[in-house]
């Protein structure tokens, strides 16, 4: 079993919208979180970083939150545009050493 | 400044045939990683390496050999190619651990029949 679980696996919005995107882990004991985005044909690229004394971080129009109690943490995105389109991953990394645990992705749509 | 670059972008390999992938750096970063890709699935780390001549297995190291003969370079080696690593492979490298990995390269993607 994945130890990131992303949901959901694909979404699409307008142009415009805002959107939620979310991600669970069991990843343990917990070092850090990364929401990546992913273009296609492209490898990822960081947009966010969160240690477990941030519930929040922004990076222009994405914010990401986290709540290590619940071991959840979300990517809102605002205001989208076309560019936003690609597919967005959660990474989870433990602290004992350095393994990080993808998540499978959320493809994310937006149309005009 | 290129990054993060990998060469080949495409390949397609018969069963049995062998092929090296490039990777290269110019950020002078410690550590270098080759992950694979596949549909559904997160990314998986195959080798690693923390330093120049220096190579760890990662999660799913069977069927690959890799290489760490300069600082820059990170090499991924299939000897004999199975249909099973048909996949994108990407490259990353960063200054520590896996942890601060900023970006990957762009990918090579390998098919085998």
């Known amino acids: 079993k994945n130890q990131v679980e992303q949901s959901p696996q694909s979404l699409i919005i307008l142009e415009g919208k805002n959107c939620t995107l979310q991600?669970?882990?069991?990843?343990?004991?917990?070092?850090?979180l990364r929401w990546y985005k992913q273009d296609t044909g492209r490898g990822p690229v960081s947009l966010t970083i969160m240690t477990f004394s941030e519930n929040t971080k922004s990076n222009g129009r994405y914010t990401a939150t986290l709540d290590a109690d619940t071991k959840q943490s979300s990517l809102h995105i605002t205001a989208s545009q076309l560019s936003d389109s690609a597919s967005y991953i959660c990474?989870?990394?433990?602290?004992?050493?350095?393994?990080?645990?993808f998540g499978a992705g959320t493809r994310l749509t937006v149309k005009p | 400044n290129a990054g993060v670059t990998q060469t080949p972008k495409f390949r397609v390999l018969k069963t049995g045939q062998s092929m090296t992938l490039l990777c290269a750096q110019d950020?002078?970063?410690?550590?270098m990683y080759w992950y694979r890709q596949d549909p559904g699935m997160g990314l998986r780390l195959i080798h690693y390496s923390v330093g120049e001549g220096t190579t760890a297995k990662g999660e799913v190291p069977d069927g690959y050999n890799v290489s760490r003969l300069k600082k820059q370079n990170f090499l991924l080696g299939l000897e004999s190619a199975a249909p099973s690593q048909t996949s994108v492979y990407f490259c990353?490298?960063?200054?520590?651990?896996?942890?601060?990995?900023?970006?990957f390269g762009p990918g090579t993607r390998l098919l085998v029949l």
């Open positions: 990474v989870v990394s433990a602290v004992n050493n350095n393994d990080m645990r």
């Open positions: 990353a490298s960063s200054y520590t651990d896996q942890r601060t990995i900023r970006y």
């Open positions: 991600c669970n882990y069991t990843v343990s004991p917990f070092s850090n």
């Open positions: 950020m002078n970063h410690e550590y």
